[in-house]
């Protein structure tokens, strides 16, 4: 099964993000602006606009200039593909890149949603691995942009179980009899038993 994230939306949720970061900048520098010429009486206003601000407003337009467009490309890219033994996700711009993640290294799944994806009306699924993926940042998969976020979540959670179900099945041989505790003790019995008769003769 091959499912793509909701461009729209999630286009949509990188330029609030864009935005907030904006905002961020420019109410911090506000802020610097105000405490500089109170508190430094040699630089006036017009200085910190010439020297500071032109600087904050070129970093700016080349921001929006760029990022939205790299996001963009990054977003059509993305692909994941769920079948029966694994999850891939596709991604990259310029190099492509396929992250294979076999449900036998899955440890679970986490629903994430941030104040945009909610008022956007979609979610994020965090894949979490054992190993490699938990010590480079708790995930070892990122599913974006997804609209049916919750049944995808059961459904990853299902084929997870099922996978490991038929694997548990296959690996215990119905012919193998564990030894019980009773076998056990006898046999030690019989070696102490020998051990006796040698030390006699």
Not at 64 to 75: A, H, R, V
Not at 83 to 102: A, M
Not at 108 to 132: H, M, N, P
Request: a neutral charge; aromatic letters at 12%; glycine letters at 6%.
């Amino acid at each position: 099964m091959e499912i793509r994230p909701d461009i729209r939306k999630l286009m949509r949720r990188e330029i609030y993000t864009l935005l907030t970061i904006s905002f961020l900048i420019i109410i911090s520098f506000m802020i610097i602006h105000g405490l500089v010429v109170t508190f430094d009486p040699e630089v006036t206003h017009a200085e910190f606009i010439k020297y500071v601000w032109s600087w904050v407003g070129g970093f700016l337009v080349v921001f929006w200039i760029f990022t939205p467009w790299f996001q963009y490309l990054w977003i059509i890219n993305l692909k994941y593909t769920i079948d029966d033994e694994r999850l891939v996700i596709n991604k990259g711009i310029l190099i492509k890149k396929n992250v294979s993640i076999p449900y036998s290294a899955v440890t679970d799944f986490t629903l994430s949603r941030s104040l945009y994806e909610r008022w956007l009306e979609i979610g994020t699924i965090l894949v979490q691995t054992a190993g490699q993926g938990a010590q480079s940042g708790g995930h070892e998969g990122r599913l974006e942009g997804l609209i049916e976020f919750d049944s995808l979540n059961t459904q990853l959670r299902s084929k997870v179980k099922d996978y490991r179900g038929s694997n548990t099945q296959q690996s215990t041989p119905e012919s193998s009899t564990p030894a019980t505790e009773g076998n056990v003790l006898e046999a030690i019995l019989d070696e102490v038993k020998k051990i006796n008769r040698n030390l006699n003769n």
